[in-house]
């Protein structure tokens, strides 16, 4: 079993930064790729970023890229989400996410994805 714990959510203005930091333990960490999906109020959970195993390759939402930056520290086994810039848009709950499958790098829907933290909230105020 997979086990992951978020933190570094919180209420921020417009423009500001967060970044968010995963936890993960119970398997080698560094075997998966990781993924960050978010859910606004009334909205299906979607994709934000993906990280292959070791860091080499990322994907972005196009909603996000150019201002969110996914990131991993393998020796911490821990997932990061640098947020820069952030608009009301942005405000959600951020989850961090594992597949079960090795994937090269994880694909952008949320049913390829086993394992889930329980989410940190991010609002933003404009």
């Known amino acids: 079993q997979v086990h992951l714990v978020e933190s570094g959510g919180g209420v921020v203005q417009a423009g500001n930064s967060l970044r968010l930091s995963c936890v993960g333990s119970?398997?080698?960490?560094?075997?998966?790729?990781m993924a960050w999906f978010r859910q606004a109020p009334g909205k299906e959970r979607e994709f934000v970023a993906a990280?292959?195993?070791?860091?080499?390759?990322?994907k972005y939402a196009d909603s996000v890229k150019g201002r969110f930056i996914i990131s991993r520290d393998n020796d911490k086994d821990t997932l990061y989400l640098r947020m820069d810039n952030l608009s009301p848009n942005d405000t959600a709950v951020y989850y961090c996410?594992?597949?079960?499958?090795?994937?090269?790098?994880?694909?952008?829907?949320?049913?390829?994805?086993?394992?889930w933290g329980q989410g940190t909230q991010v609002t933003v105020s404009s």
């Open positions: 119970g398997r080698v960490f560094s075997s998966y790729g």
């Open positions: 996410t594992a597949p079960r499958q090795a994937y090269i790098i994880p694909p952008p829907v949320p049913t390829a994805y086993e394992f």
């Open positions: 990280i292959s195993s070791r860091g080499a390759t990322t």
